[in-house]
């Protein structure tokens, strides 16, 4: 991850309700129209603003079939997961649909995470990251028994290749389209020097995760969400980049959950 100075600030999202689809919403009550654009809504504050808070809407978000095709979520089978084979030995796998109902866990985790604000100093203020992060650190139980079963599936398969378990879970919430990380590499710890894993499982709408060459250089799209799993493995944090852009176009939250051996970060 980039190297930032950073201070975290709580954040605790109001508890799940449905509307009047039946589609789960995740608000919370105070500037409702924080992320909404200004040409619609008078009220609009950008991430940028110093008087940005956190208390805006969790934007309500529309399950895929995949999603909610069974009654609870359930892992697949790594058997087909497809590899592209990058430069200078980096890698990515990616298995579409790993986890079939993962509506149920995306739920759970922006209704229980202890969600925060992470914050940067950029030239000559402090502004919000944008994008809602938490750390479990190796030993912490993890929040939903299900990533559990998760990183023990991902230890199964990838034990003689990565020779360690998967040990740590970051998370990242990508609340809407102004929500996302620049460009960077997973260079803190061992990675800056050795080869190393980092598997990233993606829950509900689906976003693009750019890679390109460190440096520069034409640059890979992966669309992932909904379950999808993508693997970045060999000297791919030393030698390529990845991130998650903004959009413009209308974009429900995202959960992306990653995985990661000892002292990789």
Same mark, same amino acid.
């Given at each position: 991850?980039? #190297?930032?100075?950073?201070?975290?600030?709580?954040?605790?999202?109001?508890? +799940? #309700?449905?509307?009047c689809?039946?589609?789960?919403?995740?608000?919370?009550?105070?500037?409702?129209?924080?992320?909404?654009? #200004?040409?619609?809504?008078? /009220?609009?504050?950008?991430?940028?603003?110093?008087?940005?808070t956190?208390? !805006?809407?969790?934007?309500?978000?529309?399950?895929?079939?995949?999603?909610?095709?069974?009654?609870?979520?359930?892992?697949?089978?790594?058997?087909?997961?497809?590899?592209?084979?990058?430069?200078? /030995?980096?890698?990515?796998?990616?298995?579409? =649909?790993?986890?079939? /109902?993962?509506?149920?866990?995306?739920?759970? +985790?922006?209704?229980?995470v202890?969600?925060r &604000?992470?914050?940067?100093?950029?030239?000559e203020?402090?502004? =919000? &990251?944008?994008?809602?992060?938490?750390?479990?650190?190796?030993?912490?139980?993890?929040? =939903?028994?299900?990533l559990? @079963?998760?990183?023990?599936?991902?230890?199964?398969?990838?034990?003689?290749?990565?020779?360690?378990?998967? &040990?740590?879970?970051?998370?990242?919430?990508?609340?809407?389209?102004?929500?996302s990380?620049?460009? !960077?590499?997973? @260079?803190?710890?061992?990675?800056?020097?050795?080869?190393?894993? &980092?598997?990233?499982l993606?829950?509900?709408?689906?976003?693009?995760?750019?890679?390109?060459?460190?440096?520069? /250089?034409?640059?890979?799209?992966?669309?992932?969400?909904?379950?999808? +799993?993508?693997?970045?493995?060999?000297?791919?944090?030393?030698?390529?980049? !990845?991130?998650?852009?903004k959009?413009?176009?209308?974009?429900?939250?995202?959960?992306?959950?990653?995985?990661?051996? !000892? =002292?990789?970060?």
């Open positions: 991850m980039p #190297k930032h100075r950073v201070s975290l600030t709580p954040v605790r999202p109001r508890r +799940l #309700k449905a509307d689809r039946g589609r789960a919403s995740h608000i919370t009550p105070a500037t409702a129209f924080a992320t909404t654009p #200004k040409a619609i809504f008078p /009220g609009y504050i950008p991430l940028s603003d110093p008087s940005y956190i208390e !805006h809407v969790f934007p309500s978000h529309q399950a895929s079939l995949f999603d909610v095709c069974t009654a609870e979520p359930s892992i697949g089978d790594l058997a087909g997961i497809q590899r592209t084979a990058l430069t200078d /030995g980096a890698w990515v796998d990616r298995c579409p =649909n790993w986890i079939t /109902g993962s509506e149920v866990l995306f739920d759970d +985790l922006v209704a229980h202890p969600w &604000v992470e914050r940067r100093r950029m030239y203020r402090v502004v =919000n &990251v944008p994008r809602l992060v938490y750390f479990y650190e190796e030993g912490v139980p993890l929040p =939903n028994p299900l559990t @079963r998760i990183r023990e599936a991902l230890d199964r398969y990838y034990a003689r290749e990565l020779g360690e378990p998967f &040990v740590t879970a970051g998370m990242c919430y990508y609340r809407d389209g102004s929500d990380v620049a460009w !960077h590499g997973d @260079r803190i710890g061992r990675s800056s020097t050795e080869d190393t894993m &980092v598997a990233i993606s829950l509900g709408d689906a976003r693009p995760l750019m890679l390109r060459p460190r440096g520069g /250089g034409q640059s890979l799209r992966f669309s992932v969400g909904h379950g999808d +799993l993508l693997v970045m493995g060999g000297s791919c944090q030393r030698t390529w980049e !990845h991130c998650v852009p959009t413009s176009r209308p974009v429900g939250p995202r959960v992306s959950i990653q995985f990661r051996p !000892h =002292n990789v970060r």
